[in-house]
């Protein structure tokens, strides 16, 4: 029954557009569509930006693999590479620290009234895109495959079944999110 | 609904939210959230306008076609999400510049044309990277890092170290 509704195009366009309604919903709710609240994280003042991410990392988690357990959704890992997520990583924190935005929240900056997430964010985000296209040929040659690991993940990995990782990493970054708090952060 | 209309709400709670949501997505549409493959998509589409048809054979183009998809509809939706959001909370307004206090008060983040050119550069930046390194905050750091895929949890840790490193810098170092 889900697979015919994966292929329904149209359905699909308006169920994305209703999950982006949500979620912008909830990062403008959030706080992470503000630029302060964004350098906050990154000045280690503010740990808002943190505290969303985590608890959205372990709710998911769990059910993400419970409902791969049960044969209902498939994984979609990104592939990857040294070349490609370090140095690639390393370059969007730059951009993270001078923009305040990311590329989610700053379309939630746009929806709030941002202006200057608008006018000079976003031009910049489309130009970067457009410049890395331009790029691709050369880089995927020089850097991109450059340690590639492909569609890894950790329990692949380390060889052991899903659970023996997703239970620790969630109660881990449970633990996390209760040391920051009472830490006061 | 008086809930609908508070300006913050409890960050885990909203964290709990972005998690249950992921697994809708993952239920209906197949698709974890990510945003930034639809700026790629957008500037093809933007470039196709400038120089025809035969922008689609660059290769990153036939990666990632210049189209309409689910991930371009959910970032639309991300605009209207956060404008009924704002909008509820009476947050929403047109502001040149960040409302920002204490060390986060400088020039290049108060006066409008220095704020617009430095989000212009960090908006390149962050173009550049986030298709480098295949994902964003959201498909990464948290769509990927929650499927425990070894390419986001490797992105959104040096995100950080690359972000933290360069605030510190900017704000503490080079503006301190």
């Known amino acids: 029954m889900l697979k015919a509704l994966h292929s329904k195009k149209g359905v699909q366009l308006i169920l994305g557009l209703i999950a982006g309604i949500i979620f912008g919903f909830l990062l403008q709710k959030g706080g992470v569509t503000k630029y302060s609240v964004i350098l906050g994280q990154l000045l280690l003042r503010d740990f808002t930006v943190v505290k969303i991410m985590l608890s959205a990392v372990i709710t998911g988690t769990l059910g993400i693999h419970l409902l791969r357990s049960l044969g209902l959704v498939q994984l979609h890992p990104k592939p990857g590479s040294f070349g490609a997520s370090v140095i690639g990583g390393l370059i969007f924190g730059v951009g993270f620290a001078t923009l305040g935005y990311c590329p989610g929240t700053i379309a939630g900056a746009v929806g709030q009234g941002s202006l200057d997430a608008l006018v000079g964010g976003v031009v910049g985000i489309l130009l970067g895109a457009g410049i890395f296209a331009s790029l691709y040929p050369r880089l995927q040659k020089a850097t991109l495959i450059k340690g590639d690991f492909g569609e890894l993940t950790l329990p692949q990995l380390l060889k052991v079944n899903p659970w023996v990782v997703v239970i620790p990493v969630a109660i881990l970054l449970a633990a996390i999110l209760f040391l920051l708090q009472r830490a006061g952060l | ?176």
């Not at chain 2, 197949?30 to 689609?56: L, N, Q, Y």
């Not at chain 2, 605009?79 to 929403?92: N, T, W």
């Not at chain 2, 704020?115 to 994902?135: D, E, K, N, Y």
């Not at chain 2, 605030?167 to 080079?174: P, S």
């Open chain 2, 1 to 176: 609904m008086e809930w609908l209309k508070l300006e913050q709400w409890s960050p885990y709670l909203v964290g709990i939210g972005i998690g249950i949501l992921s697994w809708v997505t993952f239920l209906l549409s197949d698709k974890p959230i990510g945003c930034s493959t639809a700026f790629a998509r957008t500037s093809g589409m933007i470039e196709r306008i400038f120089r025809g048809a035969k922008v689609k054979e660059k290769p990153y183009y036939q990666k990632f076609a210049p189209t309409v998809d689910w991930e371009w509809m959910l970032v639309l939706g991300v605009v209207i999400g956060a404008f009924i959001s704002s909008k509820l909370s009476g947050q929403f307004d047109f502001r040149w510049v960040p409302v920002v206090s204490g060390e986060l008060d400088k020039t290049f983040v108060t006066a409008p044309y220095a704020r617009i050119a430095v989000a212009f550069i960090g908006g390149i930046l962050m173009g550049v990277g986030s298709r480098w390194a295949g994902g964003c905050t959201s498909g990464h750091g948290i769509s990927g890092t929650l499927q425990m895929a070894v390419s986001s949890w490797l992105a959104a840790i040096c995100f950080f170290i690359g972000g933290i490193i360069s605030a510190m810098l900017i704000f503490r170092v080079f503006a301190g």
